[in-house]
């Protein structure tokens, strides 16, 4: 079956500082890559997308490569903000109705 | 304007209770979802319908029975509550493909 594998958390960093959450997935076919984003007490936010092999997501600063060769899909900011604290999900999608499965989210704190 | 809203955002019930989670979306997708969030984090889709017909049924207890009473709405009643069913419940929409927009969450406590 699919699976999405991440790296556990919690992350914690200093403002400025590098972010990467890898992200590793197991599926048949061809799926769809998703990051999405969960602030404290609220809902999931889309974060970025890509659809196909070596296509890059981009979004407020992140970024994510699909990469069939090596089944991956890391989450890159090349400098974190006390705002960008929250838990980061990946997920993959690859059936026509959208069903969406996810890691287990990891939760990023960055501190002043 | 909200997107995709949930009623109650926080709900506090006593073992064996019936409640319902209503949700809404106005953003004319043809496709809605409920998640269920527990204590880990750990996100697990339960039900989607399109277009108010049921497409994807996980292994969920029969105690929870999904409504869709037209492509907008898509409500989540559960009988018999346990204290297992503690978490937080998302719904969400999608339209095609695309990626898919979450409603704030309800926060379900069972006594």
């Known amino acids: 079956g699919n699976s999405v594998t991440q790296m556990e958390g919690p992350v914690t960093l200093s403002e400025e500082a590098f972010l990467t959450i890898n992200c590793t997935y197991t599926?048949?076919?061809?799926?769809?890559l998703f990051w999405y984003v969960q602030y404290p007490g609220e809902g999931l936010q889309l974060l970025l997308k890509?659809?196909?092999?070596?296509d890059k997501g981009s979004n407020k600063g992140f970024e994510a490569t699909y990469r069939k060769e090596t089944t991956s899909f890391h989450l890159e900011k090349g400098s974190v903000q006390v705002s960008d604290s929250a838990v980061y999900f990946c997920a993959l999608r690859d059936d026509s109705w959208g069903k969406l499965q996810f890691g287990a989210g990891t939760q990023v704190v960055v501190t002043p | 304007d909200t997107a995709v809203s949930q009623t109650p955002k926080y709900l506090v019930t006593q073992m064996g209770n019936d409640k319902s989670i209503k949700c809404e979306q106005n953003l004319g997708h043809d496709t809605m979802y409920w998640y269920k969030q527990d204590s880990k984090k750990f996100l697990k889709i339960m039900f989607s319908y399109n277009n108010k017909e049921l497409i994807i049924n996980e292994t969920v207890p029969n105690r929870f029975s999904p409504k869709s009473p037209d492509k907008a709405h898509l409500n989540l009643h559960i009988n018999s509550l346990e204290l297992g069913d503690s978490a937080v419940y998302f719904c969400?929409?999608?339209?095609?493909?695309?990626?898919?927009?979450f409603g704030p969450g309800t926060r379900l406590t069972v006594l």
């Open positions: 599926a048949t076919g061809y799926p769809s």
């Open positions: 890509a659809t196909k092999a070596d």
């Open positions: 969400a929409s999608s339209q095609d493909l695309r990626g898919q927009f």
